[in-house]
């Protein structure tokens, strides 16, 4: 080999290395500000007229007594709903062959070994196999999903760690939740969006009382690149108004019209979402 190119190859896996070291290290004790959690988002893809108690069973039983034996919580399980905004009104959103129903699962993670742990190693744990059996033994021909997609996320710098509303902790029954994720078309227009929301946009939504669960940058999954988020409120009419409000806020208002910001969201996806009954958001 080139001595040259041998130099060059040492050099940059060391560098490689560093950098490596460098993000586990951040992960376990935190930059220079407030540690930024990390975030693991599950799609589970529902066959439809699948039964799909064993995998509410499992979620329920096993995998989030699993998870909070681990110090991990709280865990969000949700369903998505059909909204009419114009009426107000909500119902349970059916799925099809071709556009599934989905189970969401949202698990916070204090860093990436937590994270590698879980996804790696918490179903074969005996516990979790025996409380999780039917799920987990389910027959070839009679899956409750067609897949499993799922996102890793970092918190955003604004919002570093989950927020969780009194509404959501006491778990009023009629809370709803909307997570959105904004698509870029460029890696550098996706950094900007999320300059957007830690310079100004985040507090614009906490002073309009839209409590924000989360903001996370996807870092690895479908669809890149993109970040998320959930706002939520005790009830659609209180969600649905805090959003009338947004749009004309002044701040809101001149931040979008700055050259700065100008196409840095090509697609916005915007998904309403209810807690299903063993959910701890």
């Known amino acids: 080999m080139n001595p040259t190119r041998r130099t060059f190859l040492r050099t940059s896996f060391a560098a490689s290395a560093t950098a490596a070291l460098s993000l586990r290290a951040a992960d376990r004790t935190g930059s220079p500000g407030a540690p930024r959690e990390f975030y693991e988002l599950r799609a589970y893809r529902l ?35 059909e909204v009419d ?27 990436l070994d937590s994270f590698i742990g879980v996804a ?53 029954a009629t809370r709803v939740f909307e997570m959105r994720d904004y698509e870029s078309h460029s890696e550098e227009r996706a950094l900007n969006k999320m300059a957007m929301f830690d310079d100004g946009e985040i507090e614009v939504m906490r002073d309009l009382g839209m409590a924000p669960l989360f903001f996370g940058q996807a870092v690895a999954g479908p669809n890149l690149p993109h970040l998320r988020y ?22 809101w208002v001149k931040m979008k019209d700055e050259p700065r ?21």
């Not at 556009?99 to 993670?109: F, K």
């Not at 409750?144 to 710098?157: C, E, G, H, K, P």
């Not at 910001?261 to 958001?281: G, H, I, W």
Request: aromatic letters at 8%.
């Open 47 to 81: 066959k439809p007229g699948a039964a799909t108690a064993p995998l509410d069973h499992y979620l329920e039983a096993a995998l989030i007594p699993a998870l909070g034996k681990r110090g991990l919580g709280p865990v969000g399980a949700f369903t998505e709903l």
């Open 85 to 111: 905004k114009k009426a107000g009104t909500s119902k349970p959103k059916v799925g099809t062959v071709e556009a599934p129903a989905v189970l969401w699962l949202l698990i916070t993670h204090p860093n």
């Open 120 to 172: 790696a190693d918490l179903n074969t744990e005996a516990a979790v196999q025996a409380a999780g059996r039917d799920y987990l033994l389910t027959p070839k021909a009679s899956p409750a999903y067609t897949r499993v997609d799922s996102w890793l996320l970092r918190a955003f710098a604004g919002m570093p760690k989950l927020a969780v509303p009194a509404f959501s902790k006491t778990k009023v």
């Open 230 to 251: 959930i706002t939520c409120a005790p009830d659609l009419t209180s969600h649905l108004a805090n959003w009338k409000k947004f749009g004309p806020d002044p701040r």
């Open 261 to 281: 910001y100008k196409d840095n969201t090509s697609k916005n996806t915007a998904r309403f979402l209810v807690p299903t009954p063993y959910s701890q958001l």
